[in-house]
């Protein structure tokens, strides 16, 4: 039996990857950048063991078993496998190829919530199997397999996904292109609005917008690639004022090419709006006293969640003025509401408390988790964190939470 325990982490897209030139191999229509988050506070966790005293294969996500047939999952698996039948494997170790595998995987976090959750399960998946055949090399193909977005959560910072031109998908590949502490002391707030399974999932939604969306046509052969451009060099040169507006921009064109298929892909709510408004009032008074330099931006993914990404400096005030707009429900502590990262949210100011408006109303948000930027995948090299049971290869009582 061999067993291998990894995290990995979700990741956030701040140019925005929607379409797909082919679904099979799920190849983007365009380039796309994303930050990846802490795993202190978000993560996927993924147990494999193979063992040739297994019959079969086996997959548990979040503590319920699964259908191993899902088409991704087998197209993540057998390039693994592929890849290891071409390593000169030593002694009996050729054997392991025939060996059956047991998959345990569980998130810390809501699940096909507009999250990234596919995101950290299948780059956490992709990585741990890894590991168990002894893959070296790039990995973020492979995860790409499993879901498009999962091929940035291979790496930490900054992360390009680059689309690719060739027909098989060999060069659709990511890459790290800024370290985690690139913007120092850079805090990131998810406004978690509405933690149910989204109405309409994203592989459905790229391939009605990519049939019916007119404005997406101009957004693939105009827009993202100038916003591209742009966002390269605003993170060369540290710009992050710059970096906040295209951020906010590409986030915007995106869920205006959703409200442009027919028929429309609603993700974001009125509590989405109302977050994204308050971040516009903020800015504006941050303009207002020639203090661009601690800007807050958003983005929002194919949910209603909001992701800031706020300067440290500032956070704490950020914290408070969401607090305020949005004050949790009677039956929850601070803590309960304010996850992640502690914090101290500060007195606010007149100008401050009158963004919120005459219409506050609590549980508008369920929660808030507050966290920062991280790393990449990592091995847990601690046998208890394990979610599979060393002798049986079966989960654990508690292996549905990571």
Known sequence: MKTVTCTAPVNI??????????????LPLNDSISFTL??????AKTTVTISPKFTEDKFWLNGKEESLENPRIQNCLKEIRRRASKRKLEGSAEDILNWHIHICSANNFPTAAGLASSAAGYACLVYALGQVYGIEGDLSSIARQGSGSACRSIYGGLVRWHKGELEDGT??????????DHFPNLRVII??????????GSTDGMRQTVQTSKLMQHRIKESVVSRMESMIKAIKDKNWPAFCDLTMADSNEMHAVCQDTFP?????????HAVANLV????DLKISQRDINHKVCYTFDAGPNACLFVPGAVVEEVLALLLFA????????PAEYVRGIQAHPVTLSKELTSMAGEDIESGKLMYLIHTKVGDG????????????????GLPKPASGAA
Not at 191 to 200: D, F
Not at 326 to 333: A, R, T, V
Request: some cysteine; overall charge negative.
């Open 280 to 283: 516009h009032q903020y800015n």
């Open 191 to 200: 406004c978690v609005a509405n933690s149910e399974r989204k109405k309409t």
């Open 264 to 272: 429309p892909c609603v993700y974001m709510t009125d509590t989405s």
């Open 326 to 333: 949005f004050p949790p429900s009677s039956s929850q502590s």
């Open 171 to 180: 060069d659709s590949i990511a890459r790290p292109i800024a370290p985690a």
């Open 13 to 26: 897209a701040v140019i925005k990857y929607w379409g797909k030139r082919d679904e099979k191999l799920i």
């Open 377 to 392: 995948p990592r091995v847990i090299p601690d046998a208890d964190e394990s979610l599979l049971d060393a002798t049986t």
């Open 38 to 43: 802490s795993q202190d506070d978000m993560c």
